[in-house]
């Protein structure tokens, strides 16, 4: 690991240190690299803002935020994203992380594709959000200098086809629980890998819950009764 890019380091603690080596024997290297990406771009994003923000707990929910992709919850119907922070909290309990610690990260975790509430809550929980956005979809590409992006990518590079290769890793991720991206952006994802893939409709879902059905029933025997 290299120690700084553009006045950023990688927090120099056990816990990072445990978390580095944990995500490392879980996940690929796109995956990886990705992650720590994350963790430079938001922690970037909190020091241009002068948020107060944990850099250790920063580290950890940005390293933790895609493990719900990987083939260990093959079978798992949450999503991903919870997945993710269940792992997060579990790893951080093991290490005798505070209570209101993991839930910070649990939250950051959990909360990272749902856009329009984390940057409204505490400063990591936002910073996993923003990191991520930048480097998947390059939200806010031009408020990062050039040297501030070319040093991030040299040190972790995001290798060539990564936008088809995120995509691929999310879809693998989601499959076999296409129900649990409901709500999400990610069910583009399930759209644009497979063509017999079907979005749930809210509308659809508001006109033909129980709710509806019984209103219609009760309707006909009404005007039957009249």
Aim: proline share 4%.
């Amino acid at each position: 690991m290299i120690e700084k890019i553009e006045g950023i380091a990688i927090p120099d603690s056990l816990l990072a240190r445990q978390v580095t080596e944990f995500i490392r024997d879980t996940e690929n290297d796109l995956l990886f690299n990705h992650s720590v990406r994350v963790y430079f771009w938001g922690a970037m994003v909190g020091n241009r803002k002068r948020m107060n923000f944990d850099p250790e707990l920063l580290y950890a929910a940005c390293m933790f935020h895609d493990v719900g992709l990987t083939e260990h919850y093959g079978d798992s119907q949450l999503r991903f994203e919870v997945d993710g922070a269940n792992a997060a909290a579990e790893f951080l309990r093991s290490c005798g992380i505070a209570a209101g610690d993991v839930e910070v990260v649990w939250n950051a975790v959990a909360l990272h594709t749902t856009p329009g509430i984390p940057e409204f809550m505490g400063a990591e929980i936002a910073l996993v959000q923003a990191g991520a956005g930048m480097d998947v979809v390059g939200r806010g590409f031009d408020d990062f200098s050039p040297s501030e992006r070319e040093g991030v990518a040299a040190a972790f590079p995001r290798e060539e086809g990564f936008a088809e290769g995120i995509i691929d890793a999310f879809y693998q991720g989601m499959r076999h629980r296409p129900q649990s991206t409901f709500g999400t952006f990610n069910d583009d994802v399930l759209a644009f890998k497979d063509p017999t893939f079907e979005r749930v409709d809210i509308c659809k879902a508001i006109f033909s819950s129980r709710w509806s059905v019984n209103a219609h029933q009760c309707g006909k025997q009404c005007n039957h009764g009249h």
